[in-house]
């Protein structure tokens, strides 16, 4: 079920698909059987993309967030199977998306130690895991896009940090995860800069072919910046005019092929960005291709991601289709 104009005023309720941004029926099987606590269907779908980084990273960041609170069934898999790389890969990222699920919020004004302590060591759990991962398929960027994700969980030195990065990148130059990983990692919010970090995503776009959904790191970046200078959270107050000028500049640098596996992604962070901007016609021409499917960023930004998303297409009088 997509997404299509409405000619009525007022836009029909829409169904909204959350967190869930790809095109991958394989992977929609495979999440909900993991889902009914089916897990022998989470390593079918990811061994099937072995070869391709980029589907491979999406499969497990999906399966994993589909498996939190269900580790001990992954590890018992691993168990009877223990050089099998997909699963210690499977076992490790569940392991981190758990632990970010316990992530106590650092602005309350008391944070109890043995809260952090839980979150870090339930972080710190998945470093054997993606490590034996990584030995067993050495050419494999994705456990060490998992790992970034750990060193920024575990707020690890910055050598650890861009360690893990050229591990990444060293394997697959393009992968879109790793970037998205490597600009968190350089965001305000996580002791970076806003500038090194919209350099890095000016200069990741600047490498990618056009037609590449790396051209969405930039709206991403920007989103990012005024989140973590806690801009008010309003339609009118996300993008200066200087970064809505270059929002826009860098969309008609992705032609919105639509085959890559991030490209739905890529539609909610520019639809949601012109959106924003009160920029109608591309808003709607970017969500209409979302397939009504979307993901937790940039959506998360503004509140619960399936109220947002909805709230933007309603607005936009886009309908079910």
């Known amino acids: 079920m997509g997404v299509a104009e409405a000619d009525t005023i007022r836009a029909r309720e829409l169904r909204v698909i959350v967190d869930r941004p790809w095109a991958d029926a394989m992977l929609d099987d495979a999440v909900a059987a993991v889902r009914r606590k089916m897990f022998e269907a989470g ?21 994993a967030r589909a498996a939190v609170g269900h580790s001990r069934a992954i590890e018992a898999l691993t168990a009877r199977d223990r050089a099998n790389p997909d699963l210690w890969l499977w076992l490790g990222r569940t392991r981190v998306e758990e632990a970010w699920t316990i992530k106590p919020d650092v602005r309350a004004r008391a944070v109890q130690a ?6 870090q060591e339930a972080m710190e759990s998945a470093r054997g895991p993606l490590l034996t991962a990584a030995s067993l398929a050495p050419s494999d960027p994705v456990p060490w896009e998992s790992i970034m994700w750990l060193c920024l969980g575990l ?24 970037h998205v990983a490597r600009l968190m990692t350089l965001s305000p919010a996580w002791g970076g800069s806003a500038q090194e970090m919209l350099e890095f995503a000016r200069r990741a776009v600047s490498r990618a072919p056009d037609g590449d959904p790396m051209a969405s790191l930039v ?9 973590a200078e806690r801009s008010p959270m309003s339609r009118g107050g996300w993008f200066s005019d200087g970064a809505l000028r270059e929002v826009v500049s860098h969309s008609g640098r992705w032609l919105g092929r639509d085959g890559h596996p991030r490209s739905i992604e890529a539609h909610n962070l520019f639809g949601a960005a012109f959106y924003l901007a009160d920029l109608r016609r591309p808003a709607r021409g970017h969500l209409m291709r979302t397939g009504g499917r979307a993901s937790r960023l940039p959506w998360s930004y503004l509140g619960d991601p399936a109220q947002q998303f909805q709230r933007a297409c309603g607005r936009l009088h886009l309908v079910a289709a």
Not at 43 to 63: F, N, T, V, Y
Not at 219 to 227: D, G, I, K, S, T
């Open 114 to 119: 043995r809260r952090v302590r839980a979150f």
């Open 219 to 227: 709206p991403l970046a920007h989103f990012e910046r005024v989140a």
């Open 43 to 63: 390593p079918i779908a990811i061994g099937a993309a072995r070869g391709d980084p980029e589907s491979r990273a999406l499969r497990i960041e999906a399966l």
């Open 155 to 178: 707020d690890r030195p910055r050598q650890e940090k861009d360690a893990a990065w050229y591990e990444a990148v060293r394997r697959h130059p393009t992968l879109f995860p790793a």
